[in-house]
Nanobody
Framework: QVQLVESGGGLVQPGGSLRLSCAGS????????LGWFRQAPGNEREFVAT???????LYAASVKGRFTISRDNTKNTVYLQMNSLEPEDTAVYYC??????????????????WGQGTQVTVSS
C-alpha cells in the first residue's frame, strides 16, 4: 500500500514559478510510474505529466515546454517544476502512482494510488 503526500502549492503571479513535491511511502517507489493530474473548479480532472520508472516522460500539450517532471528515488519523491504559470493553470494538483501500460500513461484509471492534492492559484 502506497501513501502519497503533495506539498508546495500556493499563490503565484502570472509568469511566476512554483515547484510541487510528492513524497511517497509504503511501497517500492522506484518501481512505479508517477503522474501529476489537476482539477479546476467545474472541470474534470486532467492529465498534466508522468514519469515512467525508466525515466521516460510524457506531458500534456498545455504544459509542454513550461513544466518539468522529475523524480528522486533516494528520497521517494516526485517533483513538478512549473514555470511561466498562467491563470489557466489554477487547480488542485494531485500526484499518483501506478504501472500504466504502453500507450496509457495519460489515463487516470491506470494509476492506483493518489495523494490528497495541493492547491495552486495563479493570479495577479
Amino acid at each position: 500500500q502506497v501513501q502519497l503526500v503533495e506539498s508546495g502549492g500556493g499563490l503565484v503571479q502570472p509568469g511566476g514559478s512554483l515547484r510541487l513535491s510528492c513524497a511517497g511511502s509504503g511501497g517500492t517507489f522506484s518501481s512505479y510510474s508517477l503522474g501529476w493530474f489537476r482539477q479546476a473548479p467545474g472541470n474534470e480532472r486532467e492529465f498534466v505529466a508522468t514519469i515512467h520508472w525508466s525515466g521516460n516522460t510524457l506531458y500534456a500539450a498545455s504544459v509542454k515546454g513550461r513544466f518539468t517532471i522529475s523524480r528522486d528515488n533516494t528520497k521517494n519523491t516526485v517533483y513538478l517544476q512549473m514555470n511561466s504559470l498562467e491563470p489557466e493553470d489554477t487547480a488542485v494538483y494531485y500526484c499518483a502512482a501506478g504501472n500504466p501500460r504502453a500507450g496509457t500513461w495519460a489515463r487516470e484509471n491506470q494509476y492506483d494510488y493518489w495523494g490528497q492534492g495541493t492547491q495552486v492559484t495563479v493570479s495577479s
